[in-house]
């Protein structure tokens, strides 16, 4: 690892945890809640501890100043659900695009077991050595998502699993993907790599839903979350961000963290 690349990761995390808040969803759902005024959002979200925030290269001019000096990632490639396949991604940006929108790290989509594998195989292994020769980190997002792929059968964890393994033979920094249901079973996925491994948010579900997953995540060895709607479409993204950051980077329980946040804890 550069000299280059450990001070950007640094940057996106606090001591080796993360909390990385997604809003690259305008490029696929568009001005959806949360994301309309997303500069008071990304201000909401960073004041409750997020460590990084991560969209498109076209708005990254309405984040800087918001973003009270947490970390930027900047994503490269996307789809829309109005598009005539979500999991057909495509490449938005480059590295040197993300380096001249202020980022601090890059972001690629893969859908491993996707009709598309083949071509995001090859995309991320461009981008990670391009981001190699500038020294900058690479957080790929990879799914196991598929035609063969059932997330409800008891052997998910090991598509996940080579899911995540996928992502580091292919050079990246830190990788993402969904969460297995309990600490049990995604204890396999972060086996599976030696990178950081950071979890989605699924479905939104109530806010002790969403501890709960996180601190199963983290129990089972994960390095925090990269979790969009649920925190930006929350009706107080401050206090739901506050919640997660006590999970990941306080230890605290499901419980504690939403006492302390502010959050209703259900009986």
Do not use: W
């Not at 100043?65 to 789809?79: P, R, V």
Request: charged fraction near 25%.
């Amino acid at each position: 690892m550069s000299t280059g690349n450990a001070a950007r990761l640094a940057r996106i995390g606090t001591g080796g945890r993360h909390l990385i808040v997604p809003m690259d969803h305008g490029l696929t759902l568009g001005a959806v809640k949360g994301l309309k005024d997303i500069e008071s959002t990304i201000d909401a979200i960073t004041r409750g501890g997020a460590d990084a925030v991560l969209t498109q290269k076209g708005v990254a001019g309405r984040v800087h100043e918001n973003k009270n000096e947490a970390g930027y990632i900047c994503h490269l490639n996307g789809s829309t659900v109005i598009g005539p396949d979500e999991n057909d991604k495509r490449t938005t940006g480059t590295v040197e695009d993300a380096i001249r929108a202020g980022a601090d790290a890059v972001s690629f989509h893969i859908n491993v077991g996707s009709t598309y594998e083949r071509e995001q195989i090859e995309e991320l292994a461009a981008v990670t050595s391009e981001a190699d020769r500038y020294g900058m980190p690479v957080l790929a997002m990879t799914y196991a998502r598929g035609p063969d792929i059932d997330p409800d059968s008891e052997d998910y964890n090991q598509a996940v699993g080579h899911a995540v393994r996928l992502g580091e033979e292919l050079g990246a920094d830190v990788v993402k993907t969904g969460y297995t249901g309990d600490a049990d079973s995604f204890q396999h996925v972060v086996e599976s790599t030696s990178l950081p491994v950071v979890i989605a948010g699924g479905a939104k579900g109530t806010d002790q839903e969403t501890l709960e997953m996180v601190r199963g995540a983290m129990d089972a060895g994960a390095a925090g979350v990269s979790m969009g709607r649920s925190i930006f479409q929350h009706d107080d993204p401050e206090a739901i961000t506050r919640g997660v950051a006590g999970v990941i980077h306080d230890d605290a329980s499901a419980e504690e963290a939403a006492r302390e946040a502010g959050l209703a804890v259900e009986a």
